[in-house]
Every structure is written in structure tokens, then in C-alpha cells.
């Protein structure tokens, strides 16, 4: 049967910003029904009245996912009021940390598995039994480059998207021989508001934000994503060139890469001795 977004209700974690508000918007430019999930009200509710306006259908609901005891309650209000269940969920939310492993506080690592990590599992947990009641449904994860390897004053980020990731590699098995699949999203670099919703916990005085330039546009990847869901693909991988090194590279040799990544945060820490934590722009 040929895909039709009209027949598609997508929920967008994170939609209020970057990767998950390109995507809301699309999918409401295709003629979806978006549920729109995030803090901010203000653009959540300018993001669905344009949904709203280029013939999609739009709901937002404003909830921090870091209460995930919350998240069956939150589900079932939507589906309540919305009057439909999930076709598409899409576990886009994440936020990144930075702090050495020796001074990042176990609660921000606690707080950081709970948005990036337990959330997505929660909603997985809500909507796959909609979906398999409707033989019909598609899950997928944002994850991250960071899972070829991990780097140092990230790992709280890079552990909470891993794990992700093995819980997206056995959910795609369990689901085989359903009508339900899995989409594993690697999105590259883009251009968002990730760097300054870094989480620095007060441990990098002047944290130096990469240059956005020559990222790429996040509706660049929303196209892609909505692409591979039209094609059913389990997997879109739009990492750059030197993330795809980096991967061969921790196969095929990963002493060096750990030499190469060991050198840089070094020469950073050198650089900025003032500093309890280093995040160096890999
Ligand atoms: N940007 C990149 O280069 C890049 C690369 C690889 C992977 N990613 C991944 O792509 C995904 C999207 O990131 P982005 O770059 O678009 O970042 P972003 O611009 O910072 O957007 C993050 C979204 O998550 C929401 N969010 C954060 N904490 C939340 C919470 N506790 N409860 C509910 N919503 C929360 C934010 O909305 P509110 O603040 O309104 O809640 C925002 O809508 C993330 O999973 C990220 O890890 C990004």
C-alpha cells in the first residue's frame, strides 16, 4: 500500500527546537496529525499553529520528559484527547552534558539518562501496544556519532545515547515478524540550539560553542527522515565523514583513535588549565 501521511499520526519528542521542530513541521506540511512534545509552550504553540495552517493537523503538550512516572498518564491524556494513537513516535529529545567523569555529579548523569534514555523507553512502552494492536507503526530513536566511540567530558551524553542504542538493537529484533518497525536515526551534525542547551553544571567557565557554520540545515535531515519512513528503511545514517573515520578507525584501530582523542583533550586541558572539565570540538 502506498504511504500516506495523511494516515500518519506522528508524536515528536523535542519539537520546539532543531531536529524535532524541522520535523513537526514537516510532517504537518505532508498533511500528518503532529503531536508536538516540550517545554516551551511559546514555540510549541507557534510551531502547531503553523502545522495548523499548512493543511496538517497539530496538538502540542507541554511536559518535561524527566518525569518519566508521569509518562503512561501524559500518554493516555493525548491519546484521550487527541482521539488517536501513534503511527510514528519519534524519540528525537536529548540534551548533552559536559564534565569529566571524575566531577560530574551521579545526579546529572541520573537527570541526563532520564530525558535522553528512559523517556524514549517509557513512550516506547506506551505506544507499541497501540501499534501492534493496529499492525501498523513505526519507531524510531535519534541517536548519535557518539556511538562509534566516546569522548572524554561527554560521557554521560555519549552513555545515555548508547544505551539507547542497545535498547533500539534488541526492540528491532523483538519486533520482528510484526507489522512494527524500528528506524535508527544517526543525524550528523546540524544546526540547533544542542551546543548552548549543553549542560555544563557549572563547571566550564567560558564554554566555547562550535561554529555553526557549514552545519547542515535541520529540515535538510527532517527530509531525510521522512524519506526513509516513506521507504520503511531501519536505518539513516547522515554522519559526516569524519565521524565514518572515526568508526573504522575504533574497528580497524582503535589504539590510535584513542591516541588521537587522548592528544586533543590534553592540548585542551593545557589550553585552559582554569578549567575542572574539558570539551574540546571533535
Ligand atoms: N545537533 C546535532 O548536531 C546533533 C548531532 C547528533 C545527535 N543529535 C541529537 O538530535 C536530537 C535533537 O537535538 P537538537 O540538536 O535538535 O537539540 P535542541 O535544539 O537542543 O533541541 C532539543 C529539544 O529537546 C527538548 N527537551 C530537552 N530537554 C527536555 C525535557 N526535559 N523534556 C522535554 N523536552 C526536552 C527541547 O525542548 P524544551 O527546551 O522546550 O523542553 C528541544 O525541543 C537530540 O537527541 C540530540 O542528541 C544532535
Given at each position: 500500500m502506498?504511504?500516506?501521511?495523511?494516515?500518519?499520526?506522528?508524536?515528536?519528542?523535542?519539537?520546539?527546537?532543531?531536529?524535532?521542530?524541522a520535523?513537526?513541521?514537516?510532517?504537518?506540511?505532508?498533511n500528518?496529525?503532529?503531536?508536538?512534545?516540550a517545554?516551551?509552550?511559546?514555540?510549541?504553540?507557534?510551531?502547531t499553529?503553523?502545522?495548523?495552517?499548512?493543511?496538517?493537523?497539530?496538538?502540542?503538550?507541554?511536559?518535561?520528559?524527566?518525569n518519566?512516572?508521569?509518562i503512561?498518564?501524559?500518554?493516555?491524556?493525548?491519546?484521550?484527547?487527541?482521539?488517536?494513537t501513534?503511527?510514528?513516535?519519534?524519540?528525537?529529545?536529548?540534551?548533552?552534558?559536559?564534565?569529566?567523569?571524575?566531577?560530574?555529579?551521579?545526579?546529572?548523569?541520573?537527570?541526563?539518562?532520564?530525558?535522553n534514555?528512559?523517556?524514549?523507553?517509557?513512550?516506547?512502552?506506551?505506544?507499541?501496544?497501540?501499534m501492534?494492536n493496529?499492525?501498523?507503526?513505526?519507531?524510531?530513536?535519534?541517536?548519535?556519532s557518539?556511538?562509534?566511540?566516546?569522548?572524554?567530558?561527554?560521557?554521560?551524553?555519549?552513555?545515555?545515547k548508547?544505551?539507547?542504542?542497545?535498547?533500539?538493537?534488541?526492540?528491532?529484533?523483538e519486533?520482528?515478524?510484526?507489522?512494527?518497525?524500528?528506524?535508527?536515526?544517526?543525524?550528523?551534525?546540524?544546526?540547533?540550539?544542542?551546543?548552548?542547551?549543553t549542560?555544563?553544571?557549572?563547571?566550564?567557565?567560558?564554554?566555547?560553542?562550535p561554529?555553526?557554520?557549514?552545519?547542515?540545515?535541520p529540515?535538510?535531515?527532517?527530509?531525510?527522515?521522512?524519506?526513509?519512513?516513506?521507504?520503511?528503511?531501519?536505518?539513516?545514517?547522515?554522519?559526516?565523514?569524519?565521524?565514518?573515520?572515526?568508526?573504522h578507525l575504533?574497528y580497524?584501530?582503535p589504539?590510535?583513535?584513542?591516541?588521537?582523542?587522548?592528544?586533543?583533550?590534553?592540548?585542551?586541558?593545557?589550553?585552559?588549565p582554569?578549567?575542572?572539565?574539558?570539551?574540546?570540538?571533535?
Open positions: 502506498e504511504f500516506n501521511w495523511e494516515n500518519e499520526v506522528i508524536f515528536v519528542t523535542g519539537a520546539s527546537s532543531g531536529l524535532g521542530k520535523l513537526a513541521l514537516m510532517a504537518g506540511e505532508l500528518a496529525t503532529v503531536i508536538s512534545i517545554r516551551n509552550e511559546e514555540v510549541l504553540k507557534e510551531v499553529n503553523e502545522i495548523n495552517g499548512s493543511g496538517g493537523s497539530g496538538y502540542y503538550y507541554c511536559f518535561d520528559l524527566e518519566i512516572s508521569q503512561p498518564e501524559f500518554y493516555k491524556e493525548i491519546v484521550q484527547e487527541v482521539g488517536k501513534p503511527t510514528i513516535l519519534i524519540n528525537n529529545v536529548g540534551y548533552q552534558v559536559a564534565g569529566f567523569v571524575q566531577n560530574t555529579p551521579v545526579e546529572v548523569y541520573n537527570k541526563n539518562y532520564r530525558v534514555t528512559l523517556a524514549p523507553i517509557a513512550l516506547i512502552q506506551c505506544a507499541l501496544p497501540d501492534i493496529h499492525n501498523k507503526g513505526v519507531i524510531a530513536n535519534v541517536m548519535s557518539i556511538m562509534y566511540h566516546a569522548f572524554p567530558g561527554v560521557s554521560s551524553y555519549c552513555a545515555s548508547c544505551a539507547l542504542g542497545a535498547i533500539h538493537e534488541s526492540l528491532k529484533t519486533l520482528s515478524g510484526t507489522n512494527v518497525k524500528t528506524l535508527r536515526i544517526r543525524p550528523g551534525s546540524f544546526k540547533s540550539n544542542y551546543w548552548e542547551n549542560d555544563v553544571d557549572g563547571r566550564i567557565s567560558d564554554f566555547k560553542l561554529a555553526g557554520n557549514g552545519l547542515r540545515d529540515s535538510f535531515v527532517a527530509t531525510k527522515i521522512c524519506e526513509a519512513i516513506e521507504r520503511g528503511d531501519s536505518e539513516i545514517n547522515l554522519s559526516t565523514l569524519k565521524d565514518k573515520i572515526g568508526y575504533s580497524w584501530a589504539g590510535t583513535l584513542d591516541k588521537i582523542i587522548a592528544d586533543k583533550n590534553r592540548n585542551f586541558v593545557k589550553k585552559y582554569d578549567k575542572k572539565t574539558a570539551m574540546a570540538n571533535y
